[in-house]
């Protein structure tokens, strides 16, 4: 081969329908890599790693996602081509030869599509593209995200690069480049109405566009904290971001009272053992109030005297938690000897048939903003647990119970109590019940309460 480029598939990186794209990867340089989407996707498991010869597609693959030996050879096609362009590149002494790869590589393209294009795309990127230098805006998205690769966890490089392909997506709705010099309150509105209304979700049989509140805000403050670390490191001309508002709504979302939690502990799972590891996880996740980054990490050196050392891979902020004995017992048994290799999405999965099993049946709904509609969804309690509901159900049982909210942000890592209200789930029954228990042990009104009682 001319240069560094293979084909890949991140299993990391399951979509909704288990499957993983499979992607060429070219390394232009020490460290530094761009991804071609050959628009091939597949199980990841049916995809063969070979350290000696190029990775392929397994001949056991379903026949619903394809023929092996056909998809097989579309990759090794899409090489060749990948290979041309690069020789291409190097003929015309093009130096920011990521980007000019990216330009002229399409699925299913050819050399004399390519050709077509060449003219162009060599005056376009034979300029240098030292970072420092290269104002494209997707150039230095990809190198903020590159330089993040080591510092944040797998979840968060996710919403970098959904941010980054939101981007994309206006950039070719809109028909018109997204640059630095274009980002003014026009261009943000202009985004925020193409997410509110006009975007369409990848990967769904069924077209849906639009976005919820929230996930327009997330996109919007990972946008703003991009732009600002590029103006710090003066790559750019410092922008006013002063009027792109961060939206968002305050979220429905289910806790787990603790006899629900011991409901699924209890639930009988002999006809399905491989769920046993992820129950155990999910409620000791529950009696810790860990993110799934961090309990899905865990090491048995983490344990010093009943009290669990971690660092918090999202906040890079150590916390410190007394285990009970019940916790204690399951980090035992599930990592004395091993720890278990889970991802998220396999994780909610399999802890929606957990609920299920157990019980948790109750029809719960929800509401949410999308534009101006609010949209309502129907759904058994159980098809409304996620990793989070673990770590939300300690923080709202120990609120519950008593627990000065100090000394559980300790726990939980949340810097701040406005973040932490956020965060807790109390229905209006939950906190009725509550402030009649602190009428009780302040003998409700003293004296006064104590004349009335009197009269009556």
Wanted: charge should be positive; aromatic fraction near 12%.
């Amino acid at each position: 081969m001319l240069s560094p480029i293979k084909a890949i598939c991140e299993r990391k990186d399951i979509r909704k329908d288990g499957t993983s794209l499979i992607f060429i990867q070219y390394c232009y340089s020490s460290g530094h890599r761009t991804l071609l989407n050959t628009e091939i996707a597949i199980p990841p498991g049916f995809w063969l790693n070979r350290k000696k010869k190029p990775s392929i597609i397994s001949q056991q693959l379903p026949v619903e996602f394809g023929d092996a030996d056909a998809l097989n050879e579309s990759i090794k096609k899409m090489l060749r081509l990948t290979e041309d362009i690069i020789e291409l590149a190097e003929r015309n002494k093009v130096v920011d030869r990521a980007n000019f790869v990216k330009e002229l590589f399409k699925p299913g393209g050819n050399i004399a599509e390519v050709s077509k294009n060449l003219a162009v795309a060599v005056k376009t990127y034979s300029t240098s593209f030292d970072n420092k230098f290269n104002k494209e805006l997707f150039f230095q998205l990809d190198d903020y995200i590159l330089s993040k690769k080591n510092k944040v966890s797998d979840g968060t490089q996710r919403v970098y690069k959904q941010m980054s392909n939101r981007l994309k997506a206006f950039e070719e709705f809109r028909k018109e480049t997204v640059s630095f010099e274009s980002i003014d309150y026009n261009f943000y509105e202009d985004f925020v109405d193409y997410l509110t209304f006009k975007y369409k979700h990848k990967r769904r049989k069924q077209t849906i566009t639009g976005l919820k509140v929230n996930t327009i805000g997330q996109t919007v403050k990972q946008f703003r904290i991009f732009i600002k670390d590029r103006t710090r490191r003066k790559i750019i001309a410092p922008i006013d971001l002063t009027d792109f508002k961060i939206l968002d709504e305050e979220t429905d979302a289910i806790y787990l009272n603790y006899e629900e939690v011991e409901r699924i502990y209890m639930t009988d799972l002999t006809e399905a053992p491989y769920l046993v590891e992820y129950r155990d996880l999910f409620v000791m996740a529950c009696l810790t109030g860990l993110r799934f980054s961090d309990f899905s990490s865990l090491r048995y050196e983490d344990l010093r005297k009943n009290f669990l050392y971690k660092k918090q891979f999202k906040s890079d902020h150590w916390v410190v938690i007394p285990l009970r004995t019940e916790a204690m017992q399951l980090f035992e048994k599930q990592f004395k000897d091993n720890i278990p290799k889970l991802t998220n999405v396999e994780f909610n999965r399999h802890i929606k048939k957990i609920g299920r099993l157990a019980g948790l049946n109750e029809i719960i709904k929800f509401s949410y903003k999308k534009g101006n509609k609010d949209v309502q969804e129907i759904k058994p309690k159980y098809e409304w647990i996620t990793t989070h509901t673990a770590r939300r159900s300690f923080c709202t049982n120990e609120f519950l119970a008593g627990t000065p909210v100090k000394l559980i942000m300790k726990i939980s890592g949340h810097k701040t109590e406005k973040d932490f209200y956020k965060y807790i789930r109390v229905t209006p029954e939950e906190a009725a019940g509550k402030i009649q228990e602190l009428w009780m042990e302040r003998n409700n009104l003293g004296a006064f309460g104590n004349q009335l009682r009197k009269i009556s």
